[in-house]
């Protein structure tokens, strides 16, 4: 089999999905990117059949070219995949352009576009926010009369919580407003802020078919750490998942999926439990989940994920050992004005009361730079079989590591 793989950036977690897709038995993987061939490890170079550099990696007409040449020199591809949030659309169009396998435009932008994503789950008796596309900032000022503060701004094509505002007043709506900028050419989202405890849900479909899923919880949600940069925040998958409290969002997920046009893949599905008990669904991304909720998940099911993913993606496989562990990330973020780590608080005490528990992590470095994304300067990820102890377990990191920037 030929796979063609666009990877636009050569991030970490990218290059661990590329290298798991170019380890399978029996196929030929090539790869579609604008970084520079020499970015790429020599030993995954090595286990590559093919290269091609684009200098627009995340347009559809140059994706579509570098996968023309790719297929003169290697033969038709079987699949077109990549696991960027930002590129699922771009992808559709050129498998629909080529006849390859996969997921077409349509789904894609149901997906990709969050009030083209509300309309379609409404539609479908589904829980969600309300919403309304935002074509000019005058759009916003009717809606929040309608729905009232607090209300979430965020571009029509966001990914993880990125330019994601809350706003409660005016001002911090005309802030908002100013940021994102909404156009005719460029629309934004506009929806009611949920209160409640916010979960993902994922789940590993094949031909729509869902075969596996898995459930964490956020604490504090997303948009909360986003607001504060000072806070740190834990993700924890709980070892059993099988309770009837989970229920609601089992069905609620599988029907959003099959509404939006879910084919073959892991999909990530944010959501809210209320404190009336009830759910609303946020957003759904027809791709694995960030925050290192591969690597969680891995660890729970005593499964190589990202090998799994690639299994899934390209021969239809799915192979997930049972849900034996729970696993929780505390995700360790600098408090303070300045560009850099200056000193770091807790480590010692955190190794000596439950480093034992930890199996992964990237420890924040004196001087290192002010990390730009949500996650932070670092995380260290811990296992356990009893939730209890995962849970508290990370509590307690971020109660005791403290990173001061200057």
Known sequence: MHVVFAAPFFMETTL???????????????LVTQEPKEKIPPDLREKLAGYCGLDRALDADAIEQG?????????????????????????????AALDIDGMRPEAAKN?????????????????????????????????????????????????????????DTDEELRHALACVRPSLHTPAAAEEFIVGEEHSFEVASVDGRPVWH???KYAPPPLDVIRNPWI???????????????????????????????????????????????????????RPPGAQIMTMNSFAHDTDMYRAWARLVVRDEVEVGPRGWAVGTAYFRGQGQGARVKR??????????????????????IGQPA????????????????????????????????????
């Open 232 to 286: 740190q925040w834990t993700v924890l998958l709980p070892r059993d998942i099988s309770g009837p409290e989970w229920n609601d969002v089992r069905t609620a997920g599988v029907a959003a999926l099959k509404a939006l046009g879910m084919g073959t893949g892991i999909s990530h599905m944010e959501w809210f439990r209320r404190k009336d008990g009830s759910l609303a669904i946020s957003e759904i991304a027809a």
């Open 111 to 167: 997906f990709r576009d969050k009030v083209r994503m509300k309309d379609v789950l409404r539609a479908a008796g589904l829980p969600c926010a309300r919403h309304r596309q935002l074509d000019s900032e005058q759009d916003a000022w009717p809606f929040v009369q309608a729905v009232g503060y607090p209300i979430v701004v965020k571009p029509l094509a966001g990914a993880g919580s990125a330019v994601t505002f809350r706003c």
């Open 67 to 95: 996968v023309r040449m790719l297929s003169h020199r290697h033969g038709r591809p079987h699949r077109l995949i990549g696991a960027l949030e930002h590129i699922q659309v771009q992808l559709a169009q050129v498998r």
């Open 344 to 365: 770091i608080h807790g480590l010692d005490r955190a190794q000596k009361d439950i480093g034992h528990l930890v199996v992964e992590a990237r420890l924040p470095q």
């Open 16 to 30: 661990r999905f590329v290298r798991a897709v170019a380890e399978l038995p029996g196929v030929r993987t090539t």
């Open 371 to 406: 990390a730009t994304s949500y996650e932070g300067e670092g995380y260290a990820m811990v296992r356990h079989r009893e939730t209890a102890v995962v849970e508290n377990a990370v509590r307690h990191l971020i109660e005791t590591v403290r990173l001061e920037l200057g």
């Open 214 to 216: 898995s459930l964490t």
